[in-house]
């Protein structure tokens, strides 16, 4: 597509539920990432893709958190049994490769857990 | 580790006129991009403009401008002729040139346009 994409663009859930965010990266960017943005803070790493694979888990906050990447495309950013504490807004973004270029990002998905 | 720091958490500027955000950052590597991102309320975050650690040149993107110092690792935006629409947070970051791809961000600069 034009742009990156993310969906659903605003999602409240209860305390305990499971959510699913979905991205989906400029078409034939290979890097895909995933950042958290708490209100009024800078951007905290989470995962990042090259092609299906994962090297970099390790900005993943608990074992709640996981994501996924088939066919070098779509990604899914799944959080188990949500907790409060887990609200922020998950952004997005891809990239042609992983070294040394633009990154750019999608309007992100607002999470906020009851 | 590289750290980048953004000084100012709010700055405001009068329409049309120039206003200039700090961004100085730490690293012991010679070789490494910089960019400025914009935060309007739409959350996206949108690239502004973008510099690479080897070239000397200051970057610019019509109203947008850097003033690059790579010795005093300084990296400040400045906004001529402010326009409304340039309200938003913006923040500043920083990126090794090799395989490391993690992008470094400050904690952003809340610009206000006074119209």
């Known amino acids: 597509g034009a742009g990156v994409s993310q969906s659903p663009s605003n999602k409240v859930t209860e305390k305990g539920k499971d959510v699913e965010l979905r991205c989906d990266p400029i078409?034939?960017?290979?890097?895909l990432y995933w950042y958290r943005q708490s209100l009024g803070q800078g951007l905290e790493f989470l995962i990042y893709?090259?092609?299906?694979?994962?090297?970099?888990k390790s900005g993943l906050p608990s074992d709640r958190f996981s994501a996924e990447r088939t066919g070098g495309s779509v990604s899914t950013l799944t959080i188990q049994r949500t907790q409060q504490e887990d609200s922020a807004v998950y952004l997005c973004?891809?990239?042609?490769?992983?070294?040394?270029?633009?990154?750019?990002f999608g309007e992100g998905s607002w999470l906020t857990v009851v | 580790a590289q750290t980048v720091t953004q000084s100012q958490p709010e700055m405001s500027v009068q329409e049309a006129e120039t206003v200039t955000l700090s961004c100085t950052y730490d690293?012991?590597?010679?070789?490494?991009?910089l960019f400025w991102y914009k935060q309007p309320p739409s959350r996206q975050m949108i690239l502004v403009i973008r510099?690479?650690?080897?070239k000397q040149q200051n970057a610019t993107e019509n109203r947008f401008s850097v003033n690059f110092q790579k010795a005093a690792k300084s990296f400040s935006l400045k906004i001529s002729d402010s326009q409304l629409g340039d309200a938003a947070m913006y923040f500043c970051?920083?990126?090794?040139?090799?395989?490391?791809?993690?992008?470094?961000w400050g904690a952003g600069t809340k610009l206000i346009i006074k119209p």
């Open positions: 973004a891809s990239s042609r490769t992983y070294s040394g270029n633009t990154i750019y």
């Open positions: 078409s034939g960017h290979t890097a």
């Open positions: 893709f090259q092609g299906n694979s994962a090297p970099d």
């Open positions: 690293t012991s590597e010679s070789d490494y991009y």
């Open positions: 510099q690479e650690a080897y």
């Open positions: 970051a920083y990126r090794s040139s090799d395989s490391n791809y993690q992008l470094i």
